[in-house]
């Protein structure tokens, strides 16, 4: 069995892949941990993530915890990452990540922790926006020249980063297959007198309503017709069992740092 050490036990991810784990054949609950202070400390992790009880109890991060896991997840917040990857290197545990929101300086971390452990990093697990991502690259190929390029992705009220990780992952892909930099030809948001469009932006459009579990929508628009790839998120298991399914690949894997299309076999 493969055991994994979820942080952020308490978060909506947390509880789901406590729940993704204990429902995979090859993978047990190693630890649940949640930060100093946390109301969950000792609660058994199965309950708090709905299902039967596992007897492991839930317990605030601590070097002890290490030995029972072989293999880290962190789907929390930013400013939790740091910490993190430093208990991944210093107790020499592959991690996967689905943290999204990252700045440029944790990106950067994540880099350097990856020469010392594997890490699998995603801004979404799902297999759909994977396959996504290359049907966005070949319509960008194909149309993104004479295309007007938006991005549209809906959220949950309590998210709290946007555009969604995977709105940027799918805008970097447009922009790298026709040589643009996202960083200077990314439009977020519109308002006021903003004049004609210009071709070679690519849009973001953001939505937080309700219990939108993830959804995004890629056009390509030109006069005469538009392109629409959509994918639809339902329920979060689906990136919960992503993320196990990397952590039972990674644990095989040298220090690097992997997407989850290499975990899925998608990467060419
Ligand atoms: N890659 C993917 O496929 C997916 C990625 N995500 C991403 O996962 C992340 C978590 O999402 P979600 O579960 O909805 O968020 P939640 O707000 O429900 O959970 C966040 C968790 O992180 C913990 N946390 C926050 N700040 C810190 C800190 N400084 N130190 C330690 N722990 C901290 C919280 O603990 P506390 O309650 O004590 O604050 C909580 O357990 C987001 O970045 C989201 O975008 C989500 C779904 C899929
Ligand atoms: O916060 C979420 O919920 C999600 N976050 C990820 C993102 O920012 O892309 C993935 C998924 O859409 C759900």
């Known amino acids: 069995m493969i055991r994994v050490g979820v942080f952020g036990a308490n978060g909506r991810m947390g509880r789901i892949l406590i729940e993704a784990a204990c429902q995979h ?6 630890f649940a941990s949640v930060r100093n202070g946390s109301a969950f400390e000792g ?7 709905g299902i039967h009880k596992q007897n492991v109890a839930v317990a605030v991060i601590n070097d002890t915890l290490a030995i029972s896991a072989d293999i880290l997840i962190d789907f929390t917040l930013p400013d939790a990452l740091a910490y993190n990857l430093a208990y991944a290197c210093k107790h020499n545990k592959p991690i996967v990540i689905g943290t999204t929101g990252l700045n440029k300086a944790q990106l950067a971390l994540i880099d350097q922790a990856a020469l010392s452990v594997p890490i ?9 926006v994977n396959v996504m991502l290359d049907l966005v690259e070949t319509a960008a190929a194909v149309m993104g020249d004479q295309a007007d390029i938006e991005i549209i992705e809906a959220h949950h009220r309590f998210k709290k980063d946007a555009p969604s990780g995977t709105a940027m992952a799918i805008g970097e892909r447009i922009a790298n297959t026709l040589n643009r930099d996202l960083a200077t030809c990314a439009v977020y948001g519109r308002e006021g007198d903003t004049g004609e469009r210009t071709r070679d932006t690519i849009g973001f459009a953001t ?6 579990v993830g959804e995004h929508t890629v056009l390509f ?3 005469g017709e538009r ?9 979060r298991l689906t990136f919960g069992n992503g993320a196990i399914t990397a952590a039972v690949w990674i644990k095989a894997q040298k220090p690097g740092l992997y997407s989850m299309r290499q975990v899925l076999n998608l990467a060419k």
């Open 43 to 49: 609660i058994d992790a199965g309950e708090l993530a």
């Open 207 to 212: 939505i937080r309503a309700g219990d939108i």
């Open 227 to 235: 392109l629409e790839i959509t994918h639809k998120a339902s329920n």
């Open 25 to 30: 054949r090859q993978v047990s609950l190693g």
């Open 221 to 223: 628009a030109t006069l």
């Open 120 to 128: 699998v990093f995603a801004a979404n697990y799902s297999v759909g």
